[in-house]
Each structure stands twice: as structure tokens, then as C-alpha cells.
């Protein structure tokens, strides 16, 4: 069963840090695009940074240089390093697994995204 269970949210001050985690299970991740994104109210989900086996990771503008996305194979985990956070990166964020075999590049939006978590709270405040 595939299953996508992420953690490490929780409120900090602006111009701190995060680690967020997510435990993946049921699949290989070598296999498929995995991604972090952002969720505010009020807003569609917007694709953090997405991150496919063997190929560069794709930032966001608002978030390239402050986030930085790695995984481990061995743990089955995948991670987001949010440093200098603001306000503006406060939101439930979402772990999400591409469809098969195809790159980061042609998964843009939520809608490309089949398997989710349940998501974690960031609040940043100022």
C-alpha cells in the first residue's frame, strides 16, 4: 500500500528553520517525481520543489536559496530544509508522488500529483 506520512511542522519566528520529513512507503522512490508543496487558504497548492531520482531538483522562485530538498533511499524519506523563513511560508505543506516514469518537468501543477499525505502546519510569524 502506498502511503505518504509527513512531519516536522510547527510554529517558528521569522528568519528561522524548518526540517520537514516525509515517511514513504509501498514503492520505490528511484521510479517517480516526488514533491513538496505549499498549500495557503484560500489558494490552489503550489508546487514547492520537486525532486526526481538522479536529476536536479526544481525550486520554486519564492523558495529557491532558502529550501532545500533531499532523500534518502535507504530510510524511504524525503525531506525539505526551510531556512530563512517568512511569513509568506506559512501554510500546510504536502508530500506527493508523480505518476510513473515521468520527469518533474511535466508535473507542474497538483492536479499531475496522484498520491498525497496528509500534510503538516508551517506558521511563520513575523
Known amino acids: 500500500q502506498v502511503q505518504l506520512v509527513e512531519s516536522g511542522g510547527g510554529s517558528v519566528q521569522a528568519g528561522g528553520s524548518l526540517r520537514l520529513s516525509c515517511d514513504y512507503s509501498?514503492?520505490?522512490?528511484?521510479?517517480?517525481?516526488m514533491a513538496w508543496f505549499q498549500h495557503t487558504p484560500g489558494k490552489e497548492r503550489e508546487r514547492v520543489v520537486a525532486?526526481?531520482?538522479?536529476?536536479?531538483?526544481y525550486y520554486s522562485a519564492s523558495k529557491k536559496g532558502r529550501f532545500s530538498v533531499s532523500q534518502d533511499s535507504a530510510m524511504n524519506m524525503f525531506y525539505l530544509q526551510m531556512d530563512s523563513l517568512e511569513s509568506e511560508d506559512s501554510g500546510t505543506y504536502y508530500c506527493?508522488?508523480?505518476?510513473?516514469?515521468?520527469?518533474?518537468?511535466?508535473?507542474?501543477?497538483?492536479?499531475?500529483?496522484?498520491?498525497w499525505g496528509r500534510g503538516t502546519r508551517v506558521t511563520v510569524s513575523a
Open positions: 509501498g514503492f520505490t522512490y528511484l521510479y517517480y517525481c
Open positions: 525532486l526526481y531520482s538522479g536529476s536536479v531538483p
Open positions: 506527493a508522488r508523480g505518476n510513473y516514469g515521468t520527469s518533474c518537468s511535466k508535473q507542474l501543477s497538483a492536479n499531475d500529483f496522484p498520491t
